[in-house]
């Protein structure tokens, strides 16, 4: 299967700061990209997507960025809530019905 | 309106039974997805259907592992002679029409093969 990766597996952040959560993707035929937020005993939610036309997609306190120069996408979390403490994922589908998540980095927001 | 919701929330089996795993998708969502997320791990795909068209079962681990969807709502997913490698939270999520839609998920079964 294809390989999505996240830099770090977990990310500690203080109540207020922004956060930054990475991931690499390995195919360059990936045109599709969306982040899910899961917490704990939940299933996945959608926080955003982006597709391959756009580097920048802003939603409400978050933001996506994608460079498919280096195949790296990345996102945002302006002050950064308690509320935010999650397990992040980014997938990646290249065409039809198949996603390919990361493995997720574990959000801690410190108050 | 309410969310996908699946059942059991847990379940304890033996190696060697059969466990059937049921997923309520959103009414009038025509696409459904099943996925396994083992410990640590992201989410595998397994499974995925949208309307009547014949499923795609290209992430089923083995033949251990069909899902069926009858009437184009509920779903269920079944291992046979389950290994304790089965073991992990298996995820449905339901689109209105599949692709690049945004996918609602249930909160899982989580599922534990002793």
């Known amino acids: 299967g294809e390989s999505v990766g996240l830099h770090l597996p977990t990310l500690s952040v203080q109540e207020g700061d922004n956060s930054i959560i990475n991931c690499a993707y390995s195919?360059?035929?990936?045109?599709?990209f969306i982040w899910y937020k899961q917490e704990s005993g939940k299933g996945p939610q959608f926080i955003i997507d982006?597709?391959?036309?756009?580097d920048k997609r802003q939603g409400q306190r978050v933001t996506v960025l994608l460079n498919k120069t280096v195949k790296h996408l990345s996102l945002q979390i302006a002050a950064t809530q308690p509320g935010d403490s999650a397990v992040y994922f980014c997938?990646?589908?290249?065409?039809?019905?198949?996603?390919?998540f990361g493995t997720g980095t574990s959000l801690t927001v410190i108050p | 309106g309410a969310g996908v919701s699946q059942s059991p929330s847990n379940k304890v089996t033996e190696k060697g039974k059969d466990v059937e795993l049921r997923c309520d998708p959103i009414?009038?969502?025509?696409?459904l997805y099943w996925y396994r997320q083992s410990l640590g791990q992201g989410l595998e795909f397994l499974i995925y259907?949208?309307?009547?068209?014949?499923?795609?079962k290209s992430g089923l681990p083995s033949d251990r592992f069909s899902a069926e969807r009858t009437g184009g709502s509920v779903s269920t997913l079944t291992i046979q002679r389950t290994q304790q490698e089965d073991s992990a939270v298996y995820l449905c999520?339901?689109?209105?029409?599949?692709?690049?839609?945004?996918?609602?998920f249930g909160p899982g079964t989580r599922l534990t093969v002793l």
């Open positions: 259907f949208q309307g009547n068209s014949a499923p795609d």
């Open positions: 999520a339901s689109t209105l029409a599949g692709g690049r839609n945004e996918q609602f």
């Open positions: 997938a990646e589908n290249i065409s039809g019905n198949q996603f390919y």
């Open positions: 195919n360059s035929a990936s045109d599709y």
């Open positions: 009414s009038g969502h025509t696409a």
């Open positions: 982006i597709r391959s036309n756009m």
